[in-house]
């Protein structure tokens, strides 16, 4: 399988590996930058991918991607993401496409977008969410569908990718109390899930609030009944003095953490939005960050806003991934991957500098290992 750095190359005109950790007191990068930059410097620089859409658009929002390290079902990366073309919500409908490089997508064969048709009477379908179940050897797909009075998520699964069941309500919310759930088998192999309640004021008026619950085991996923095998909801994480918007968390087991990315805008402005880091022991109590680690202005592609993005760690190189989605100025959407040395990542966001990569980092391929 060829390796990311020969495709950026490609891309960007170089992946040329950073240079090694600098002295606090010493910088090696020029004056100009320290003064305007806070955030992590990348190893993979920023890069927009070519995503196929069941409409012809390829303007795609809310990736979510799980890699495995052998390809399962033929492929090794599968991503959830829904089209979102000039932000029309009518194509917003669940769609998977496959790589096996995390740059290179297609839809696999015999798979046909979209995984669910847009719901009537004005309804709308958002908010994909993508895992693997270790133990029932599946994907599992949780997603959003809205109506006039309520939000409404349903799950489908696969055994192969490209078959899957039909949905099942799992949550009924009133608008708008369940926005990006977002769901992951942590350390007792049981599902978590987390969601926003914006509740039913506009996004300039409203405080968001994030929540989680806790399946009793898979069987909570495909329900009898809306909400049924799930914990009362309980207040989560928090970003100080910003709402929190669409989010993505996933259990790292090397490093048992969950780990959360998130865009958050302050309650004047909803737009603009910039990615967040925060970890956790336990799901429960979270270390946040003061600074983002993707500012928004940073690419011409989300110079409008960065939105929805999808964590992952890899073990081998000690890197952490992000696939991440957001709107040009001419309101165009697209998704984008970029990676960063873990331990520069975390040093840059606790003490709020940029610092540079070690010299062995090597550009690699991107996600997560999952054993099938």
């Known amino acids: 399988m060829s390796t990311i750095i020969g495709a950026l190359a490609a891309a960007c005109g170089s992946a040329a590996p950073l240079g090694p950790l600098a002295p606090v007191d010493a910088p090696t990068f020029e004056a100009s930058f320290i003064e305007t930059s806070t955030s992590p410097i990348p190893l993979t620089p920023l890069v927009q991918l070519t995503i196929p859409t069941f409409e012809g658009s390829g303007q795609a929002v809310h990736p979510d991607v799980v890699r495995f390290k052998t390809p399962w ?44 048709k847009t719901p009537g009477q004005g309804g709308y379908n958002s908010d994909p969410d993508l895992s693997y179940d270790v133990v029932g050897n599946r994907l599992v797909l949780i997603y959003r569908s809205v109506s006039t009075t309520e939000n409404l998520i349903s799950t489908v699964t696969s055994a192969d990718g490209v078959r899957w069941t039909k949905p099942v309500l799992a949550f009924r919310r ?59 909801p309980k207040l989560n994480l928090s970003q100080p003095k910003k709402n929190i918007w669409h989010l993505d968390v996933t259990w790292v087991p090397e490093r048992s953490e969950y780990w959360a990315t998130y865009v958050a805008y302050p309650g004047h402005d909803c737009f603009a939005q910039d990615l967040f880091f925060a970890r956790s022991s336990d799901g429960v109590k979270w270390t946040t960050y003061s600074i983002p680690f993707l500012r928004h202005d940073g690419s011409g592609f989300t110079g409008s806003t960065l939105y929805r993005a999808s964590v992952m760690y890899d073990a081998s190189r000690n890197v952490i991934q992000f696939f991440v989605s957001g709107s040009a100025q001419d309101k165009t959407w697209h998704l984008g991957y970029v990676d960063y040395p873990l331990a520069s990542f975390l040093t840059t966001l606790e003490n709020g500098f940029p610092t540079l990569a070690p010299s062995t980092a090597r550009a690699s391929d991107p996600g997560s290992l999952i054993e099938p």
């Open 73 to 116: 079902h033929g492929w090794e990366y599968w991503m959830a993401m829904t089209p979102f073309p000039k932000g029309n919500e009518a194509f917003e409908n669940p769609s998977i496409v496959v790589s096996h490089d995390g740059l290179s997508w297609q839809v696999p064969a015999g798979l046909t977008n979209p995984l669910a």
């Open 174 to 232: 009133p608008n708008h109390s369940m926005v990006s759930p977002t769901m992951t088998f942590g350390a007792s192999g049981s599902p978590v899930l987390w969601y926003v309640d914006a509740g039913p004021k506009r996004c300039a008026e409203r405080t968001t609030h994030v929540m989680m619950v806790q399946g009793s085991g898979v069987a909570a996923l495909t329900p009898a009944s809306a909400d049924k095998g799930w914990t009362a």
